[in-house]
């Protein structure tokens, strides 16, 4: 079965301690992106990676890392979590190039509060 | 760039009423444009899409959504409401240039009342 895999998908933590939000795909997909999910804005794109060892910013990066060293996996990292993170965290991926339709593949979420 | 906007946050329709959301979309080069569905605790799935073919397009449990270029717009409906539809919609917008960006609008929650 095609699936995006996130964990943790509920977390509650303090200001400061490092958190990283894992995401993998079993689709071979070249494209991962994740997004953060605020009331009233929608979807809002973090960083995304075209392949393996290639990421960029994308509209919302300050305060987030990621890293892809595997083609199936893409973690967040938060090195020090502040508390206007909090929010619900989606990973999400497609093919890449010629190949895709546009059409991305979500997680079921990553709820994160940090106090 | 690409952005859009989505009229009314909320939505509230009767049990078989007509089911009626708004998108209007801005883009400098021909667009991609997506109806994404988001149920309770889950993520996003994908309900139908427009890439430049039919401009009538059909998508999953019954909704359509009609490409108007001349009003930069890209409505979603559905004749017949079901207590199943009630859930979160968003509508999302791609360069046709790029399939690297995908911007969203800030969603349409969507009530359905007995």
Partial sequence: EAQVTQNPRYLITVTGKKLT??????????????????????????YYSMNVEVTDKGDVPEGYKVSRKEKRNFPL???????????????????????????LFFGEGSRLTVL | AQSVTQLGSHVSVSEGALVLLRCNYSSSVP??????????????????KYTSAATLVKGINGFEAEFKKSETSF????????????????????????????????????????
């Fill in chain 2, 31 to 48: 667009p991609y444009l997506f109806w994404y569905v988001q149920y309770p605790n889950q993520g996003l799935q994908l309900l139908l």
């Fill in chain 1, 21 to 46: 939000v894992t995401c993998s795909q079993n689709m071979n997909h070249e494209y991962m992106s994740w997004y953060r999910q605020d009331p009233g804005l929608g979807l809002r794109q973090i």
């Fill in chain 1, 77 to 103: 990292i938060l090195e020090s979590p502040s508390p206007n993170q909090t929010s619900l965290y989606f990973c999400a991926t497609r093919l890449g190039g010629a190949s895709s339709t546009g059409e």
């Fill in chain 2, 75 to 114: 409505h979603l409906t559905k004749p017949s409401a079901h207590m199943s539809d009630a859930a979160e919609y968003f509508c999302a917008v791609s360069d046709s240039d790029s399939w690297g960006k995908l911007q969203f609008g800030a969603g349409t929650q969507v009530v359905v009342t007995p």
